[in-house]
């Protein structure tokens, strides 16, 4: 057993505090990560608060993880000793089904097992996230940084990054379209960058007036203020795709009402309370409602070669994890610009 140290949740309404745990032994496919950085997601805050439902305590959360492989298995191939490497939302899954043949092991038919908040195969032991001093994966979920990536700006592509590259891919949102993204924080910024870099005309709808100057520098072509209705009404029909990064339910409608026939919206914010939707916002212009889920391993390392060679990096503002519960309540009023990286060398 390995012991880590790190950050947990004891229980939904309690803050983030030293907690001290162990990692299994390094098997023969394993591999033992030294963490160096770990991005604060949205998601990490539904789940400690138990949002979601389900959540297991106590809670290490963390999915945004890069680090150094430290020591590896007997029967590791792809991943030397020494080398900088990421892990994402995924740490195991069934290996067999139609989706993981498929290179979608986020849609496993199961058992999936997340980084965090999750059981290993073994039905029982709980997996413990990023907020941690080491962590020990399977080879086949462990990702390769590209060659010149800073790696605190790289470590939230492993879920913003890959979370808005899949769905941007799968529905072919590029040159000569016009894509809205909705909510400008972690993933939303990654969204403008991604989309930009696929060559869409991107638009970025918020709350906050504040963030125009910077979502012209992401690579936004446009800005608008959500509440601005008269200013939105103006939007109808002009849009071929939505990308909704919103961590609370909001007016769906007037989005939905920006795309043309046959737009596609797509939601990859997860709120706590179910989505309203009136049905012809819907109906009129045959438009579709999707979601998305994070990325399957093989596509994340692809995102990961086209950030790199792209320039797709994440903008983050670095702490000492003894300032993780201050960094959720501002990341809670949108005070962020635009991810919270932990510096993990705080915990040693
Ligand atoms: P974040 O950094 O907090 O960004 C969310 C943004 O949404 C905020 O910056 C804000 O942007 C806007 N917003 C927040 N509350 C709002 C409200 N009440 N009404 C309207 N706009 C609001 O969070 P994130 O890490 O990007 O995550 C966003 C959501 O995606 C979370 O729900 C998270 O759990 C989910 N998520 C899903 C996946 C997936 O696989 N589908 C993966 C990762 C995360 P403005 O200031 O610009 O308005
Ligand atoms: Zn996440
Ligand atoms: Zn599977």
């Excluded at 539904?46 to 305590?57: K, L, S």
């Excluded at 992401?218 to 071929?240: E, I, N, T």
Aim: charged content about 25%.
């Amino acid at each position: 057993m390995v012991t880590a140290r790190g950050y947990a949740a004891q229980t939904a309404r309690s803050p983030l505090k030293p907690f001290s745990f162990s990692r299994r032994d390094v098997g023969p496919d394993d591999v033992l990560i030294r963490i160096e950085y770990c991005g604060i997601c949205h998601s990490d805050v539904h789940q400690t608060r138990d949002e979601w439902g389900g959540a297991i305590f106590p809670m290490v959360p963390g999915h945004e993880i890069i680090g150094t492989a430290v020591q590896i298995g007997r029967d590791v191939t792809v991943i030397r000793q020494g080398q900088r490497v990421g892990v994402g939302c995924i740490v195991d899954s069934c290996r067999t089904c139609d989706q993981c043949r498929k290179g979608l092991e986020q849609y496993c038919d199961g058992p999936l097992v997340f980084t965090y908040n999750s059981v290993e195969k073994d039905g029982k032991t709980p997996t413990y996230g990023g907020y941690s001093d080491h962590v020990v994966v399977d080879q086949r979920y462990v990702l390769r940084i590209p060659h010149g990536m800073p790696s605190e700006r790289a470590a939230p592509l492993l879920c913003a990054g890959i979370t808005t590259y899949s769905p941007l891919r799968h529905w072919g949102v590029g040159k000569g379209q016009r894509l809205g993204v909705v909510g400008l924080g972690g993933l939303g910024h990654m969204a403008v960058k991604i989309g930009a870099a696929l060559g869409a005309e991107v638009t970025v709808f918020s709350r906050s007036a504040g963030k125009e100057e910077d979502a012209a520098r992401l690579g936004a072509a446009s800005f608008q203020v959500a509440s601005d209705k008269k200013a939105m009404a103006a939007l109808a029909r002009k849009f071929d795709a939505i990308l909704d990064t919103v961590s609370a339910s909001h007016d769906y409608g007037m989005y939905l009402d920006s795309l043309k026939t046959d737009g596609t919206f797509i939601l990859v914010g997860a709120p706590e309370h179910p989505l309203s939707v009136g049905a012809f916002h819907l109906l009129n212009q045959r438009r579709r409602l999707v979601g998305s889920n994070i990325g399957g391993i093989h596509e994340t390392q692809e995102m990961l070669d086209f950030c790199a060679e792209r320039d797709c990096l994440a903008d983050v503002e670095v702490i000492p994890i003894q300032q993780v519960n201050e960094a959720y309540e501002r990341m809670l009023r949108s005070d962020v610009r635009y991810r919270f990286v932990i510096d993990m060398n705080s915990l040693r």
